[in-house]
């Protein structure tokens, strides 16, 4: 089974990859719009022949969601249109944080590095993602 991981932003959208064990990044793409936003994910969800798509849901430190989730899921109710494929929303909280620290640790300071952060978000957010599914089926 293939995964698609997706960190979505209004200007830039990280996309990491699965074959259900281990995320890899994939890319992140410039986007103009949600329309945009849209065409060019569901490509790279067909590209990849992926069969889930899990998406980041930015939650607040008290589990309630605001204006970015509610914006996430608009982004994921037209992605499922596109695709026919329904997301799975996954808390993301301090994935871009995590992301920072990996590369602060890894001394990554190119300056593409804004654009990596969101690829790399994308695959922590699936890598978790995967990681939780396993757990829960071990218990």
Known sequence: MSYIGIDFGDKRIGI???DGHIATIVTTIEVTG???AVKKTADIIKEHNAKTVVIGIPKNMDSTEGYRSKRTREFGKLLEEETGITPVYFDERLTTSQAYVYM???DFRSKKRKGV????SAKII????LDFQKNKANQ
């Open 16 to 18: 990491a990859k699965s």
């Open 34 to 36: 949600i329309k945009d």
């Open 104 to 106: 602060n640790e890894t």
């Open 117 to 120: 952060i969101d690829a790399l």
């Open 126 to 129: 699936l890598q978790d993602y």
